[in-house]
């Protein structure tokens, strides 16, 4: 049994790995470029969109429901715009924003065939 869900597995990660990765390129070269100004500003506080979050809706890896953010209002605004500026002048994403949750739903075919399934990805609410 172990063996048989251990093969199925791996069977998703190699179909999804290669789904999600299909338009990475290998040889991205970066030139740094020299200003005096950044390019982009912080994100403002407009920018901060709290209140068009929609409601019930999975609220992914953070386990933090949009209705609670939602609830805080102008406070909770307020202390997401500061984490999200902190990560801004960072310039590196929280771990935890990496992570997302693959959800598999199976459309017409047979089950066992990897692209009978479509699948959704849960971000952290954040």
Same mark, same amino acid.
């Given at each position: @049994?172990? +063996?048989?869900?251990?093969?199925?597995?791996?069977?998703?990660? %190699?179909?999804?790995?290669?789904?999600? &990765?299909?338009?990475?390129? %290998? !040889?991205?070269?970066? +030139?740094?470029?020299?200003?005096? #100004?950044?390019?982009?500003? #912080? $994100?403002?506080? !407009? #920018?901060?969109?709290?209140?068009? @979050?929609?409601?019930?809706?999975? $609220?992914? &890896?953070?386990?933090?429901?949009?209705?609670?953010?939602?609830?805080?209002?102008?406070? +909770?605004?307020? =202390?997401?715009?500061?984490?999200? %500026?902190?990560?801004?002048?960072?310039?590196?994403?929280?771990? #935890?924003?990496?992570?997302?949750?693959?959800?598999? %739903?199976? =459309?017409?075919?047979? =089950?066992?065939?990897?692209? &009978?399934?479509?699948? @959704?990805?849960?971000?952290?609410? +954040?």
């Amino acid at each position: @049994m172990i +063996t048989d869900t251990q093969s199925i597995l791996t069977k998703w990660r %190699n179909y999804l790995s290669q789904l999600l &990765n299909a338009h990475r390129v %290998n !040889d991205v070269r970066q +030139t740094k470029i020299h200003t005096a #100004e950044p390019l982009v500003p #912080e $994100p403002s506080d !407009d #920018e901060i969109a709290i209140q068009k @979050m929609k409601r019930h809706k999975s $609220p992914g &890896n953070s386990q933090i429901p949009s209705e609670l953010i939602k609830s805080g209002r102008r406070t +909770t605004q307020f =202390e997401i715009h500061k984490l999200v %500026n902190s990560i801004w002048n960072k310039k590196e994403l929280p771990v #935890e924003w990496k992570k997302l949750i693959i959800i598999l %739903n199976s =459309e017409k075919g047979k =089950e066992t065939d990897c692209s &009978n399934h479509r699948s @959704m990805s849960l971000l952290s609410t +954040t």
